[in-house]
């Protein structure tokens, strides 16, 4: 199984903040490489896939990058709808595997 | 437009069986694989396992594999996932998912709203 690696566990931030939470692959993954928010009580939501292709409807002060094993998921200036849990996930092969999550928190 | 509507949440003591379902509506059920991701209580996300109704090829995650069942009904668009013997362990918020095809990602671009089971004795 391929693991998925993310850091930081939590980050501590203030709106207006850029984020920014990397995820690390056992193996290359090429750019199969989704991100997701959640929030308490709610579903997940895809932000981007394909590493860095922006879903429709997210804001684009959300971006990804990366390919291979290293990714990135930048957030440029944080909004209080922002705080919430992060979460990537790699979708080259089963099992599909997710990140641990990282919690962006208040400051 | 695409709907995952899961069934309500489960109370059950361990021991007993529970089969929980996901009924896709607004597309093509048999074009999109259906899997399953755990939360455990405060706790991140966790593939289980993936269905394709259009031919019941079935992907369990060597974790759950022998744990629970995956199946779908594609009379009725609808996917399941069922335990035998319960354990308290398996307390947690269950969802549905359908994977986007490969043009798009391969991502969770929907999900169900989730079914909470809780088993206590």
């Known amino acids: 199984d391929i693991q998925m690696t993310q850091s930081p566990s939590s980050v501590s931030a203030s709106v207006g903040d850029r984020v920014t939470i990397t995820c690390r692959a056992s193996?290359?993954?090429?750019?199969?490489l989704a991100w997701y928010q959640q929030k308490p009580g709610k579903a997940p939501k895809l932000l981007i896939h394909?590493?860095?292709s922006l879903q429709n409807g997210v804001p684009s002060r959300f971006s990804g990058s990366g390919s291979g094993t290293d990714f990135t998921l930048t957030i440029s200036s944080l909004q209080t709808e922002d705080f919430a849990t992060y979460y990537c996930?790699?979708?080259?092969?089963?099992?599909?595997?997710f990140g641990q999550g990282t919690k962006v928190e208040v400051k | 437009e695409v709907q995952l509507v899961q069934s309500g949440a489960e109370v059950k003591k361990p021991g007993e069986s529970l089969k929980i379902s996901c009924k896709g509506s607004?597309?093509?059920?048999?074009?999109?694989?259906i899997a399953w991701v755990r939360q455990m209580p405060g706790k991140g996300l966790e593939w289980m396992g993936i269905v394709y109704p259009g031919d019941s090829d079935i992907r369990y995650n060597p974790s759950f594999q022998g744990q629970v069942t995956i199946s779908a009904d594609k009379s009725i668009t609808t996917a399941y996932l069922q335990w035998s013997s319960l354990k308290a362990s398996d307390t947690a918020l269950y969802y549905c998912?359908?994977?986007?095809?490969?043009?798009?990602?391969?991502?969770?671009?929907?999900w169900g709203q989730g079914t909470l089971v809780t088993v206590s004795s």
């Open positions: 998912a359908r994977e986007n095809v490969a043009a798009d990602g391969q991502s969770f671009e929907y």
């Open positions: 394909t590493a860095s």
């Open positions: 996930q790699q979708a080259i092969s089963f099992p599909r595997t």
């Open positions: 607004g597309y093509i059920f048999t074009n999109y694989w």
């Open positions: 193996q290359d993954i090429s750019t199969r």
